[in-house]
């Protein structure tokens, strides 16, 4: 016998059959288009942006997040459960698409027919245990929302429709299988290549023909009806994250990563700096809305939200869809909050790990641009005094920018201005500058240079903050005036290279000066001495300690620079302890997003923290890479009283000790 079966067995082939079932399938369409349709209108409301270049990068990218889940992925438990939910549908899909393609297309037309003989078999045994495995993920995941029910796991009605729909489109098929089962192929061969649907049959063994036959006509109906309308409510439910989600994925950002828009200031028809209504926000802010799954990946890694700050991610980007879709008048800032706005530290971990590409940040930031350049409102005195002195000594720290290179006289190291004929600049930054724990890292770093014979220049008194705290706490305005100058300085001098000890100075200089015709090669302290010692340029001697290592946010997340201070550290002798949360996971020191300027009021204070992690380890120094993470980790061991305990260094000041 050749193994195949009749696709329309007990319900016809003929016209009876084919024009109600294509009818519904037009209306279910109809209803779907219409749906999304009137989203798309919706979406349109916001200004213009441009998610259409690159668009093989795009397609690539798009692939690999739907196709193999893997952002989904990184997160075990729910993540894996949904992965393999969404391949066993998807090849319930592909399978219930070629019975189509046969039966009404090249069997029908041409009476070719390819579901038969050995490929008919493994495709009805692989659409069996992709049914089975999709029920049993189904179930976990129903388990998990309804009776585990982890915090903050947000739940409303379109769930409880989703897995009841879902649930009843895979019982229903399974059913439809096993009572044409009871009745066609019991007792053959064929019957052991469904295995769900001979154990249905045999359940149904009892039972007449003539029941089977009516148990499977109506089933098969009701089931038709299930499945189109899962497709015409997608676009009006939360079923519809499952085109919106996969389209975001085409639609995310492609980078530098974190860059920010530059806004034209010069420009005479502006009215507002900005977002405090919808439709000032992108297209691309109001579609994030609708591409959020509620997952709350965001919220379990936002340092602020574990610190009892009033920002949760994932909340900011739903109420600007509540916002949308149901009260477009409605003031942003106030529909969020301001205390929620100036709590992001812009560490990007919510961005890194949502599964659906929402751009969380950028939606903050231009909240923020509003409060600061339309309304004059900083989220503190503290912020508003440091904003000042930045304007008038071009730095935060407020003070004289004249004394701004004296820290390098002793070491021989001289400004541009009296000596430009050096191998690179080094951009020191403010806290480097005038801070007298990081002026210590600035003197390790010079050392390390010029023990392997590297010849550096500093700005000096001509060098200012480099614009970035200014600008992430919205203030547009004091950071383009900033980057300005301070391009026309650097490029005034033929430099061709630039190193920083200061993740958030080479962050802003290497991405976001490019706005200002700036192109200079900018480069991190952490990799230029990677490759100095992996030139052999710089010799170490190896002295083995403890220690643990802070990843931050703007050398890892910002830049995924994760592996060259590991290296460093191992090349000096160090036996890294990892915290329990550290590369694309590593806390925030708090210090990002310009709250180095900001008094950190309420709940729990992000840096100490975070020093009670690396106190954890017991690895007794905690090492790190940037300026404001040393300066909010020694605040913070004194504030965990953990001072016998943890020691804060810079990677450079290790090195240092062993040239």
Request: proline share 3%; charged share 20%.
């Amino acid at each position: 016998m050749e193994f195949t079966r009749e696709i329309y067995w007990n319900v016809g082939h003929g016209f009876t059959t084919l024009a109600p079932m294509y009818g519904l399938l037009l209306v279910a369409l109809t209803i779907f288009v219409i749906g999304f349709l009137k989203r798309i209108k919706v979406y349109r409301l916001g200004q213009p942006l441009d998610r259409t270049d690159q668009r093989g990068e795009r397609i690539k990218y798009l692939l690999e997040n739907v196709l193999l889940q893997t952002k989904v992925m990184r997160v075990p438990g729910p993540g894996t459960a949904h992965a393999l939910f969404f391949w066993s549908f998807f090849a319930l899909f592909i399978g219930t698409t070629l019975i189509v393609i046969q039966a009404d297309f090249t069997d029908l037309l041409f009476d070719v027919t390819f579901l038969k003989g050995t490929f008919y078999k493994l495709f009805s045994l692989t659409l069996d245990l992709a049914g089975l495995l999709a029920v049993a993920m189904l179930g976990g995941l129903l388990v998990r929302r309804y009776l585990i029910r982890p915090e903050g796991l947000v739940t409303k009605g379109d769930d409880a429709l989703m897995h009841a729909l879902l649930l009843a489109i895979l019982l229903t098929g399974f059913c439809i299988e096993g009572a044409r089962m009871a009745v066609t192929e019991m007792g053959t061969p064929l019957a052991a290549w469904s295995p769900v649907g001979l154990a249905i049959a045999t359940l149904l063994g009892g039972m007449s023909e003539e029941g089977l036959r009516t148990l499977h006509a109506g089933l098969w109906w009701f089931h038709l009806v299930l499945a189109l309308g899962f497709v015409a409510v997608i676009p009006y439910s939360k079923f519809r994250h499952i085109v919106t989600t996969s389209a975001n994925a085409f639609l995310a950002d492609r980078g530098p990563t974190g860059k920010l828009t530059t806004i034209n200031l010069e420009d005479e028809n502006t009215e507002k700096f900005g977002a405090n209504e919808l439709t000032d926000l992108r297209w691309k802010d109001i579609f994030d809305a609708d591409a959020c799954t509620l997952c709350k990946r965001c919220q379990d890694r936002c340092p602020a939200f574990n610190t009892g700050k009033p920002l949760s991610p994932m909340k900011l980007v739903n109420q600007i869809g509540e916002v949308a879709f149901g009260n477009r008048e409605a003031n942003l800032i106030d529909t969020i909050g301001r205390e929620a706005l100036w709590a992001c530290t812009t560490c990007r971990a919510c961005q890194d790990i949502c599964p659906a590409s929402i751009e969380h940040v950028d939606k903050i930031i231009e909240m923020r641009r509003n409060l600061v350049l339309m309304e004059g409102e900083f989220p503190g005195e503290e912020v508003m005094a440091a904003m000042e002195q930045t304007e008038v000594n071009g730095n935060p720290l407020g003070l004289g920018y004249a004394s701004r290179g004296d820290w390098a006289e002793s070491l021989g190291i001289k400004p541009l201005a009296e000596d430009p004929e050096v191998d690179l600049l080094y951009f020191v930054g403010c806290y480097a500058s005038f801070d007298k724990r990081n002026i210590a890292v600035a003197k390790s770093f010079v050392k390390l240079c010029q023990a392997a014979g590297v010849k550096i220049g500093i700005l000096g008194k001509e060098e200012k903050c480099c614009g970035e705290p200014m600008r992430k706490m919205g203030n547009e305005y004091l950071y383009q005036t900033l980057a300005m100058e301070t391009v026309e300085i650097i490029k005034g001098y033929g430099v061709k290279k630039i190193v920083t000890t200061c993740p958030h100075c080479f962050n802003t200089l290497a991405k976001d000066y490019r706005d200002f015709d700036f192109d200079i090669e900018v480069v991190p302290h952490a990799l230029f001495l990677e490759q100095l010692v992996a030139s052999g340029t710089l010799s170490l001697k190896t002295e083995s300690f403890a220690c643990t290592y802070h990843d931050s946010c703007y050398l890892g997340r910002h830049n995924a620079m994760y592996d060259a201070p590991r290296n460093l550290i191992r090349a000096a002798g160090g036996q890294i302890t990892e915290m329990a949360k550290n590369r694309d996971q590593a806390f925030c020191c708090s210090a990002g997003g310009g709250r180095i300027m900001a008094e950190e009021n309420i709940g729990e204070r992000i840096n100490i923290k975070r020093v009670e992690m690396a106190v954890a380890t017991g690895a007794g120094q905690l090492l790190s890479n940037c300026p404001f993470c040393l300066t909010m980790f020694e605040d913070g061991v004194k504030g965990a009283n953990a001072e016998e305990q943890l020691r804060p260094r810079d990677i450079a000041e290790i090195l240092a000790e062993r040239v």
